[in-house]
């Protein structure tokens, strides 16, 4: 494996790195200091609470409708068994084995 | 009745970190997934390992690995970043009987640390009366050593693998995602929000591919439904 598959650090990367980094520690840190500053209204606080559901349903979504069969089925089985068992690890076994078993096939 | 003062200890520390144990385990599959999405998207080990350091969010890594482009998308992957961990905000005031007695690396250091699950495993001890705040550090510290070394370890692992684009096992970053949306339903007040946030987030991806848009889109979309819906029946 050449070096830089490991050691490699292209400039752009690491910007985006920073950034990310950045955002997600002001989210962390500055959402508590803000609280602590000032009384947030009701609307802003109704508007966060909807925020985690509807990100995740626009992130499953799409990509459901652009993966195709394959992907949905692997979705439903996930979606069954995190409903069933509440278990992280299985659900996404369960999930990926049934992509798995649709892609073999074909 | 007053209560004992909040703390800070090395056992409390300790303590939070065996509580966190379970949530550990559950959590090996998703770090080396995210991992693995790294070394698919074109990162460095050192590169990889940097980014779960410092940004320390499967959702957001796992989000914007999915959708890494050459050259790097530095600010779709900030903008990313933060509508993805908008929740994180959420979950500091929270624990505020906490933090609020606490100054220094022991505050903005717990704050680094916190992620959804330490966040709800604290909550549980602080409702408790657990009154050592050492706790979510401890728990957070655990969670963090857990997420650096499996998400490299899935690096490592997907260098060796190799896997085809397409291959099923990629599947298990959108599967990371289905059950964290499972966890996140509340009930019908969820309904309408959710379906308008699908329609839109749909509706942007296919009218404009290629950026992260729709995920912003949809989201702002359907929150924003539910709240005014909230304040005109009220």
């Given at each position: 494996m050449a070096s830089g598959a490991i050691w490699g650090l292209d400039p752009l990367t690491l910007a985006a790195i920073v950034g990310m980094a950045v955002a997600t520690y002001a989210c962390r840190a500055g959402g508590y200091w803000v609280f602590s500053k000032?009384?947030?209204?009701?609307f802003l606080r109704a508007v966060l609470t909807y925020i985690p559901g509807t990100l995740f349903v626009s992130f499953v979504l799409p990509a459901l409708v652009k993966g195709g069969v394959q992907t949905a089925a692997g979705a439903?089985?996930?979606?069954?068994?995190?409903?069933?068992?509440?278990?992280?690890?299985?659900?996404?076994?369960?999930?990926?084995?049934?992509?798995?078993?649709?892609?073999?096939?074909? | 009745?007053?209560?004992?003062?909040?703390?800070?200890?090395?056992?409390?520390?300790?303590?939070?970190?065996?509580?966190?144990?379970?949530?550990?385990l559950g959590t090996v599959?998703?770090?080396?997934?995210?991992?693995?999405?790294?070394?698919?998207?074109?990162?460095?080990?050192?590169?990889?390992?940097?980014?779960?350091?410092?940004?320390?969010?499967?959702?957001?890594?796992?989000?914007?690995?999915?959708?890494?482009?050459?050259?790097?998308?530095?600010?779709?992957?900030?903008?990313a970043a933060l509508t993805v961990?908008?929740?994180?905000?959420?979950m500091g005031p929270v624990l505020g009987p906490w933090f609020d007695r606490l100054r220094g690396w022991k505050l903005w250091g717990s704050l680094f640390l916190l992620v959804d699950?330490?966040?709800?495993?604290?909550?549980?001890?602080m409702n408790a009366g657990g009154r050592d705040a050492g706790w979510v550090f401890g728990a957070g510290m655990a969670m963090w050593l857990q997420w650096v070394v499996m998400s490299a370890v899935g690096h490592a692992a997907g260098a060796t693998l190799r896997l085809p684009a397409g291959h099923p096992l990629f599947f298990c970053s959108l599967a990371v995602f289905v059950c964290m949306l499972a966890g996140q339903w509340r009930?019908?007040?969820?309904?309408?929000?959710?379906?308008?946030?699908?329609?839109?987030?749909?509706?942007?991806?296919?009218?404009w591919p290629g950026s992260f848009a729709y995920i912003v889109a949809g989201a702002v979309a359907g929150s924003l439904t539910g709240a005014v819906r909230d304040m005109v029946r009220r």
């Open positions: 000032i009384t947030p209204t009701p439903v089985v996930t979606l069954l068994v995190m409903l069933r068992t509440r278990s992280f690890p299985w659900s996404m076994l369960g999930g990926t084995a049934a992509v798995w078993a649709i892609w073999a096939w074909r | 009745m007053t209560q004992p003062p909040v703390v800070f200890t090395r056992h409390g520390m300790w303590r939070g970190a065996r509580a966190a144990v379970p949530m550990l599959p998703f770090a080396l997934v995210t991992g693995i999405a790294a070394q698919a998207a074109g990162l460095s080990a050192l590169e990889q390992v940097l980014m779960s350091a410092t940004v320390f969010g499967g959702a957001a890594q796992l989000l914007v690995l999915g959708n890494w482009a050459c050259p790097a998308p530095v600010l779709t992957a900030t903008l961990n908008l929740r994180l905000v959420l699950q330490n966040w709800g495993l604290a909550l549980r001890e009930g019908r007040v969820d309904l309408l929000p959710w379906a308008v946030a699908a329609g839109v987030a749909v509706g942007t991806s296919l009218i």
